[in-house]
């Protein structure tokens, strides 16, 4: 049974410190999504990772895939107060249309002044 | 147009009231899903379309009905529901990558 397991479940940072959101996997995959949650709103999709060594980046976050090590990264850079929110990092089972994601349990990200 | 939509936003229902959460989407995907979150909790699945055909029942209580009544469209119908089935409802349609994209969802209350 395919498992993902982010940590930490709580992250509370100050701003203009750098972190990193970890998610390993159990078994092969070579796709890995991060989404992006705000308080009670749905899923915002943040990067797809497609192939082992993948890095993206997008302003301040940064997400990395290591397949052989079947661990994803999201590393946060100079962080502000939007960036506070719930990010879920998902994987998925086969890689066709209709694929099943199985998410992790999320990070909640508090940014401090 | 990069959208899925949702309807109704919001839906305060009694265990004995029919309704329906419809979804759609004009992305050309021919995947969709629906999903129940919980407060705190990840999204999930519940059913899996491709195609317009029922591919995934992650076990779910008869109580809840999907139906596509073509590739754009997503409709779940709700019937006797119980108050611990009061969640935020998403919608999704994937690309052919698997990148799924959600709808704003339905946030549902059972009386």
């Known amino acids: 049974e395919l498992k993902v397991e982010q940590n930490p479940l709580f992250l509370s940072m100050q701003e203009g410190k750098n972190y990193t959101i970890y998610c390993n996997y159990s078994?092969?995959?070579?796709?890995l999504y991060w989404y992006r949650q705000d308080p009670g709103k749905s899923l915002e999709s943040l990067f797809v990772l497609l192939s082992n060594g993948a890095v993206k980046q997008e302003g301040r976050l940064m997400a990395s895939l290591d397949t052989k090590a079947r661990l994803s990264t999201l590393h946060i850079t100079a962080a502000v107060h939007d960036l506070s929110a719930t990010y879920f990092c998902?994987?998925?089972?086969?890689?066709?249309?209709?694929?099943?994601?199985?998410f992790g349990q999320g990070t909640e990200l508090s940014v401090k002044p | 147009d990069t959208e899925v939509t949702q309807t109704p936003k919001h839906l305060v229902m009694g265990m004995t009231n029919k309704k329906s959460l419809k979804c759609e989407q004009h992305?050309?995907?021919?995947?969709m899903y629906w999903y129940k979150q919980k407060a705190k909790k990840p999204p999930e699945l519940m059913f899996v379309y491709s195609y317009e055909k029922l591919s995934i029942n992650e076990s779910v209580p008869s109580r809840f009905s999907p139906e596509c009544p073509n590739s754009s469209l997503l409709n779940l119908h709700l019937h006797a529901l119980q108050p611990e089935d009061s969640a935020l409802y998403l919608c999704?349609?994937?690309?052919?990558?698997?990148?799924?994209?959600f709808g704003p969802g339905t946030r549902l209350t059972v009386l």
């Open positions: 999704a349609s994937s690309h052919p990558d698997g990148e799924q994209f």
């Open positions: 998902a994987v998925t089972t086969f890689y066709n249309q209709g694929g099943k994601l199985i």
């Open positions: 992305m050309g995907h021919r995947a």
């Open positions: 078994t092969t995959s070579d796709r």
